[in-house]
Nanobody, 131 residues
Framework: QVQVVESGGGLVQAGGSLRLSCTASGLSFDAMPLGWFRQNPGKERERVSCINWNGATTYYVDSVKGRFTISRDSAKNTLYLQMNSLKPEDTATYYC????????????????????????WGQGTQVTVSS
C-alpha cells in the first residue's frame, strides 16, 4: 500500500521560512519525478515546484521563483521544499506528489503535470503566513 506523507507546515509571519518534507512508504522515490502543489478552498490546485528524477531539471511557478527551492534526497526517500521570504499569498494546503511529469523545452523553459494516480498524492500540510 502506497502512502505519501507531508510534514513541516505551520504558522509563520510574513518574511519567515519553512521547510516542507515529503516521504513515502510502499513507494520508492528513486528515479521518480516529484512535485509540490498547493490549494486553497474553492480554488484550483496550483503547481508550485517539481523536480525530475535526478534533480537536473526543476520547475517553479513564477510567484515563488527566487524564494522557494525544491530538492530531493534519494537515500532518505524524501522530497523537500525550502520556502523563504514567505508572503501571505503563499498560504495554502501544500501537497506532495510522486510520478509527476517534468518537461524541459528547447527554449529552456520547464513545465510540470500532476500524476494520474490518486495514491501518489499526500494528504497535505497547511501553511499559513500571517501579515
Amino acid at each position: 500500500q502506497v502512502q505519501v506523507v507531508e510534514s513541516g507546515g505551520g504558522l509563520v509571519q510574513a518574511g519567515g521560512s519553512l521547510r516542507l518534507s515529503c516521504t513515502a512508504s510502499g513507494l520508492s522515490f528513486d528515479a521518480m519525478p516529484l512535485g509540490w502543489f498547493r490549494q486553497n478552498p474553492g480554488k484550483e490546485r496550483e503547481r508550485v515546484s517539481c523536480i525530475n528524477w535526478n534533480g537536473a531539471t526543476t520547475y517553479y511557478v513564477d510567484s515563488v521563483k527566487g524564494r522557494f527551492t525544491i530538492s530531493r534526497d534519494s537515500a532518505k526517500n524524501t522530497l523537500y521544499l525550502q520556502m523563504n521570504s514567505l508572503k501571505p499569498e503563499d498560504t495554502a494546503t501544500y501537497y506532495c506528489a510522486a510520478g509527476v511529469r517534468v518537461v524541459k523545452y528547447y527554449s529552456g523553459g520547464t513545465s510540470c503535470d500532476p500524476p494520474n494516480r490518486e495514491d501518489f498524492w499526500g494528504q497535505g500540510t497547511q501553511v499559513t503566513v500571517s501579515s
